[in-house]
T-cell receptor
Framework: EVQLVESGGGLVQPGRSLRLSCAAS????????MHWVRQAPGKGLEWVSG??????????ADSVKGRFTISRDNAKNSLYLQMNSLRAEDTALYYC??????????FGWGQGTLVTVSS | QPVLTQSSSASASLGSSVKLTCTLS???????IAWHQQQPGKAPRYLMK???????NKGSGVPDRFSGSSSGADRYLTISNLQSEDEADYYC?????????FGGGTKLTVL
């Protein structure tokens, strides 16, 4: 069974940085692309970033491009999101998710970690 | 990049059926989409992948009451024999080059 457990969320001031982690188990991590999806309070889902199995393909939403960096460590079955220059509008529940292929549907979801950007 | 349009809300009675719609933007009518369910206070759950032909593949454990179909740029999620636990937000998702998008979501109320 796919298990994705996010961590690293919290309260942070505008302009500061935060690093999210996602620990994966129950599947062969380096066979799958991984993604971060966020959901602002009371809003819908927004794809943030994705990375292919070998880090050869990486993509970002325009809203985070240049501020966020996605990475993965296949040896540790882990996904990361380095978030710099955080803004109030980055406040959201951040989910980790996987897909069979870079071009493929998200089929596994974590429970999310909450990031609150406020002074 | 593609845009997905969903109605903001829908409602149907317990035991009845409902058909939710996700519409692909012009030029993207052949795209494959996925449907996800998000029950109140929970993480999203993958329901199915749905092709333009109407062929669909459901995720593990998704009840037979859930089915998919397609017509042109429209992708449908049909839920039969509605149960109280089907009350949730439903999102469609698609992907293109180095991006992926979600529809705005449909809030389904079971009366």
């Amino acid at each position: 069974e796919v298990q994705l457990v996010e961590s690293g969320g919290g309260l942070v001031q505008p302009g500061r940085s935060l690093r999210l982690s996602c620990a994966a188990s129950g599947f062969t991590f380096d066979d799958y692309a991984m993604h971060w999806v966020r959901q602002a309070p009371g809003k819908g889902l927004e794809w943030v970033s994705g990375i292919s199995w070998n880090s050869g393909s990486i993509g970002y939403a325009d809203s985070v491009k240049g501020r966020f960096t996605i990475s993965r460590d296949n040896a540790k079955n882990s996904l990361y999101l380095q978030m710099n220059s955080l803004r109030a509008e980055d406040t959201a529940l951040y989910y980790c998710a996987n897909s069979n292929q870079w071009f493929g549907e998200l089929f596994g979801w974590g429970q999310g970690t909450l990031v609150t950007v406020s002074s | 990049q593609p845009v997905l349009t969903q109605s903001s809300s829908a409602s149907a009675s317990l035991g009845s059926s409902v058909k939710l719609t996700c519409t692909l933007s012009s030029g993207h009518s052949s795209y494959i989409i996925a449907w996800h369910q998000q029950q109140p206070g929970k993480a999203p759950r993958y329901l199915m992948k749905l092709e333009g032909s109407g062929s669909y593949n459901k995720g593990s454990g998704v009840p037979d009451r859930f089915s998919g179909s397609s017509s042109g740029a429209d992708r449908y999620l049909t839920i039969s024999n509605l149960q109280s636990e089907d009350e949730a937000d439903y999102y469609c998702e698609t992907w293109d080059s180095n991006t992926r998008v979600f529809g705005g979501g449909t809030k389904l109320t079971v009366l």
